[in-house]
T-cell receptor, first 117, second 117 residues
Framework: NAGVTQTPKFQVLKTGQSMTLQCAQD?????MSWYRQDPGMGLRLIHY???????DQGEVPNGYNVSRSTTEDFPLRLLSAAPSQTSVYFC????????????????FGNGTRLTVT | AQKITQTQPGMFVQEKEAVTLDCTYD???????LFWYKQPSSGEMIFLIY????DQQNATEGRYSLNFQKARKSANLVISASQLGDSAMYFC??????????????WGLGTSLAVNP
């Protein structure tokens, strides 16, 4: 079972460059999300989606764009990378289909370590 | 205000002993779920255990159990018979079940556990 697949695992960018972090899940989950993890800051939500064609901002959306054209894919775009975006990025998904789906755990990808110089 | 508080930044435990990692939460929603995740040094986020607000019994999963005290709003993780492989960061998280909550998880800042041989 692939679960949540994130690519790349590592990336180095120069300030001002753009890139897309890819995320795909094969569990037919409606909910997908992107987090960044920084030392001492825990996990902070960047953007999330509750279904194809629906996206919304999390706590720290500035500098990032997302789209959700299919249930499976949820790419995260950095339009103009800044050193402050150096972080570890996680994509995660969960099932929303059930009425009681607040009990559905998030399934995480293995993360992308991004460095912006 | 922090909705999830993990008061122990770092913990040490001797191998084969039990350890309790604290988590307190704050919500006025009667429906919610509490989750614990493990993040080893390799970086992946691993779901460990879940407790629902209406669950009558404490959740257990192998060596993991959750000491759920609803009135005190605490959901402490108990790891029995610690193993060296339990050395990791542990995160507590909550999802509120009310309508319109966007199904977002609210995260604590984590507790670093070191298991000594």
């Amino acid at each position: 079972n692939a679960g949540v697949t994130q690519t790349p695992k590592f990336q180095v960018l120069k300030t001002g460059q753009s890139m897309t972090l890819q995320c795909a899940q094969d569990m037919n989950h409606e909910y997908m999300s992107w987090y960044r993890q920084d030392p001492g800051m825990g996990l902070r939500l960047i953007h999330y989606s509750v279904g194809a064609g629906i996206t919304d901002q999390g706590e720290v959306p500035n500098g990032y764009n997302v789209s959700r054209s299919t249930t499976e894919d949820f790419p995260l775009r950095l339009l103009s990378a800044a050193p402050s975006q150096t972080s570890v990025y996680f994509c995660a998904s969960s099932n929303l289909r059930d009425r009681s789906s607040y009990n559905s755990p998030l399934h995480f990808g293995n993360g992308t370590r991004l460095t912006v110089t | 205000a922090q909705k999830i508080t993990q008061t122990q930044p770092g913990m040490f435990v001797q191998e084969k002993e039990a350890v309790t990692l604290d988590c307190t939460y704050d919500t006025s929603d009667p429906s919610y779920g509490l989750f614990w995740y493990k993040q080893p040094s390799s970086g992946e986020m691993i779901f460990l255990i879940y407790q629902g607000s209406y669950d009558q019994q404490n959740a257990t999963e192998g060596r993991y159990s959750l000491n759920f005290q609803k009135a005190r709003k605490s959901a402490n993780l108990v790891i029995s018979a610690s193993q060296l492989g339990d050395s990791a960061m542990y995160f507590c998280a909550m999802r509120e079940g009310g309508a319109g909550n966007n199904r977002k998880l609210i995260w604590g800042l984590g507790t670093s556990l070191a298991v000594n041989p």
